[in-house]
DNA sequence: GACACTAATGACAGCCACTGACAGTTGACA
DNA sequence: TGTCAACTGTCAGTGGCTGTCATTAGTGTC
């Protein structure tokens, strides 16, 4: 129930100005997820989710850089809360179990404080327009390296490593986050979207790393 | 000196017409990369790149869909380069190693290629525009994952299976790409641009993600 | 070599995402 | 209650991109 971009200590009562602005952005969000995950990301203009919240199109400008940064409204909760998990993993694990156990430990976590903002019906629905529509595909995509680009430093700092001397963090957050794409994708595309169908899924693809890179896989 | 797009049989004189906008199209691309690449992607307009070339804008649209696709006009030469040397490789060989083999051995002719169209120091500084304009990133990753899935089908077929039913092929080309992305900036960043210094990096990259996949570190 | 045919182009109008500037409104706080 | 600062609406303008239509310029034919 906490604010979501709030500083750690105190918080005595937003202020209703602070609330008001609160409301604005969520219904921003609601009303363009709904929009969005109905008609398509490209036949709802920036002006149609202005009207549906009553607000005018500078006003949407105001709260969001643009109209892509609305539909990645949710999922940056997501990664965020990914980041501190692994942030918190013990500093003797392997890079890799670490990476893993952060995103499978902190799931249901994730999906709680989703479901606290949208329904998780919705959000999947968004999520396959996302996938579905090209200029939301590339925002995502860039958005992910982006979160690799955090991940890389973070274990390079667990490891005592310099990231651009040695080539290793990078390498293992760039093939980590391609299998969890994987995963993202068959899960948006099957109909169970429970947060445990998503853990099953991401600890299958992240068992077949070894397998699928080691040589032959005739004795599958 | 062949046309670039034609079919493979019969290259009869291609007419006056079609060398015509052979040319506007050269003209085009070689004056939008070197606007890119000395002023910065935002800060030029469609508008600069046809007057440059004494055409209206209307025409520059014709030969590009949108002004971001001019800009990956010749990394799509080395891209469709790279599916023809997966397709290549023999059957018997392991999927990893075909994709490494691949991108290694096929990397001469690309660079080849590549400097017929523009010159390679360009090519550099045009990569690292793309990097770095959050826009261009985007679509970079997203033509790069559109690769990947091209990639999947074809490892897919190799080993006879079914990619939306086993999940090894895409785990393995998004790994794979993962890292050959890694390399790019390593390649980028540096100031070797040769063709042998990206292949050097290349197999550097390639040969650290089973350490890096592998639980300790402290063994380097 | 004149003729129709069709592809390529330019000029124009218009949509939409996005921004800067200015003025009006409304919470915050003394 | 009055002052200040934050939030908002309006308006004008830029740039990417598209549809339309008249004009120009290769192409194939007689």
């Known amino acids: 129930m906490e604010t979501v971009g709030t500083a750690v200590g105190a918080l005595p009562r937003p202020g209703l100005r602070e609330r008001k602005k609160q409301r604005t952005r969520d219904a921003l969000v609601r009303a363009a997820l709904e929009l969005f995950a109905t008609r398509g990301y490209e036949r709802t203009t920036v002006d149609d989710i202005a009207a549906a919240v009553d607000v005018s199109q500078r006003t949407f400008f105001r709260y969001f850089a643009s109209k892509e940064e609305v539909a990645f409204f949710v999922p940056r909760l997501?990664?965020?809360?990914?980041?501190?998990?692994?942030?918190?993993?013990?500093?003797?694990?392997?890079?890799?179990?670490?990476?893993?156990?952060?995103?499978?430990?902190?799931?249901?976590?994730?999906?709680?404080?989703?479901?606290?903002?949208?329904?998780?019906e919705l959000h999947l629905r968004v999520y396959r327009v996302i996938e579905s529509t090209p200029a939301l595909?590339?925002?995502h995509l860039r958005r992910a390296t982006e979160l690799e680009e955090?991940?890389?430093?973070?274990v390079a700092v667990r490891e005592g490593l310099d990231v651009d001397a040695?080539?290793?963090?990078?390498?293992?957050?760039a093939a980590f986050g391609g299998v969890v794409r994987v995963a993202e994708r068959r899960w948006s595309a099957g109909d169970d979207f429970?947060?445990?169908?998503?853990?099953?899924?991401m600890t299958v693809?992240?068992?077949?790393?070894?397998?699928?890179?080691?040589?032959?896989?005739?004795?599958?």
């Open 137 to 139: 595909l590339a925002a």
């Open 150 to 154: 955090e991940l890389a430093h973070i």
């Open 166 to 173: 040695d080539p290793r963090p990078r390498i293992l957050v």
């Open 205 to 220: 693809c992240l068992d077949l790393v070894g397998p699928a890179l080691a040589g032959n896989w005739r004795t599958s």
């Open 78 to 120: 997501a990664e965020s809360r990914v980041v501190e998990a692994v942030r918190g993993r013990p500093a003797g694990e392997a890079p890799l179990e670490a990476l893993r156990r952060a995103v499978l430990d902190s799931w249901d976590d994730i999906t709680e404080a989703v479901e606290q903002l949208v329904p998780l």
């Open 194 to 201: 429970s947060a445990a169908a998503m853990r099953d899924l």
